[in-house]
């Protein structure tokens, strides 16, 4: 979701229909409803699934004020949603929000610095405990006070932080933001530093597994950083750091890099859906075998394959030339192949190039 606009895919229908709303940091389901998490000005908004999108839906409940901007993470959490934010230009200290969806939109409290000067920017829970981690970067247009990013444990039912603590792994030193948090299979808290994935024993709060996927990553890239971890149904786990997007086997810790994004989700239907970084309006999926065991998920569904029946035809390239000239709009996004909104020549060629002699390339071999 981008400036003014987002959008609802149903993966079953393949359709998406777009909505009003600012850009929405953090996505939660609970109940039947998503809460968004909106820039500018640190808006919480509520979408009815039950209602179709429009006038009202999604409906602002509240701002969170306390000099928050930019909402980058949440999660629900005994009976409540937590949303972790960035504070606004030209300061420094972020926060933690506990909301009541049950109490409405006057049932929240924020907590500003929850670790001092710094912004929260991933959250994860378990057993009563919110586990948090941090960015030493605030709004823009100040500098940082922190030397270093740091991971916290906050307390839900006394809403308050139990402990903060750094991250020690070989090789890394004072990184300016650590992220996406999560539970995997094996009870460890994962998260994303630079170029490393890592695992935390919550009984201990020591790394009992880390590996640095990208050395080239030094973690300067983004300003509060991209980290965003995610399971599979076969225990892969997808990582985005920064700005690639890997597969990776946490046992051996063999991974494959799928692509350029900085955003990704998995469906109910268990396939990686993202947006790739030369044009985060456009959404591919993977397709993802969850009928053996841990494999590497394979690649995106070829973009060649224009028209969705699994191979690269004829057909496909009638679709494009058919529409050459044409500026590109919801309905033929797909032709777009290169994505640099007009169908083209080239957009014709790059078809072309994938045609199997017989006409019968599988999309996905």
């Known amino acids: 979701m981008q400036a003014s606009k987002a959008a609802a895919y149903d993966i079953e229908t393949n359709k998406a229909v777009t909505f009003s709303m600012g850009q929405a940091g953090a996505v939660v389901p609970y109940g039947n409803s998503l809460y968004f998490g909106v820039y500018p000005g640190g808006d919480i908004y509520q979408y009815d699934l ?56 006057t049932s929240y409290q924020v907590f500003r610095n929850a670790v001092q000067d710094q912004s929260v920017v991933s959250l994860a829970y378990k057993d009563g405990k919110l586990y948090g981690s941090t960015s030493i970067n605030g709004g823009m247009a100040v500098d940082p006070k922190a030397a270093e990013a740091k991971l916290f444990v906050w307390d839900t039912v006394k809403e308050e932080k139990i402990t903060e603590f750094s991250l020690d792994i070989p090789g890394l030193s004072k990184p300016s933001a650590i992220g996406g948090l999560t539970f995997g299979p094996d009870g460890l808290l994962w998260g994303g530093v630079n170029g490393f994935i890592f695992a935390i024993d919550t009984a201990t709060l020591k790394v009992v597994k880390s590996y640095n996927v990208n050395p080239a990553d030094n973690g300067t890239a983004l300003r509060w950083g991209n ?139």
């Open 50 to 105: 039950s209602l179709p999108a429009g006038t009202g839906n999604p409906k602002r409940l509240f701002a969170l004020e306390n000099g928050q901007d930019r909402i980058g993470t949440g999660i629900a959490a005994d009976n409540k949603i937590y949303f972790g934010s960035v504070s606004t230009y030209g300061q420094l200290g972020g926060a933690i929000t506990s909301f009541d969806p049950q109490g409405g939109s």
């Open 227 to 365: 980290y965003n971890l995610a399971w599979t149904k076969n225990g892969i786990l997808i990582a985005n750091l920064t700005k690639k997007l890997y597969a990776i086997d946490p046992n051996t810790f063999d991974f494959k890099e799928l692509s350029d994004t900085e955003s990704f989700t998995l469906g109910p239907d268990g396939n990686l859906y993202y947006a790739p970084s030369h044009n985060r309006t456009l959404m591919y999926r993977i397709k993802i075998n969850t009928q053996t065991g841990p494999e590497t998920p394979g690649s995106p569904e070829q973009a060649e394959d224009v028209n969705g029946d699994g191979k690269v035809d004829e057909l496909d390239v009638k679709l494009v030339a058919g529409h050459i000239g044409t500026v590109v709009n919801e309905n033929s996004r797909s032709l777009d192949i290169n994505g640099d909104g007009v169908i083209d020549i080239a957009d014709l060629g790059l078809v072309v190039l994938q045609l199997d002699p017989m006409g019968m390339r599988e999309a996905n071999p």
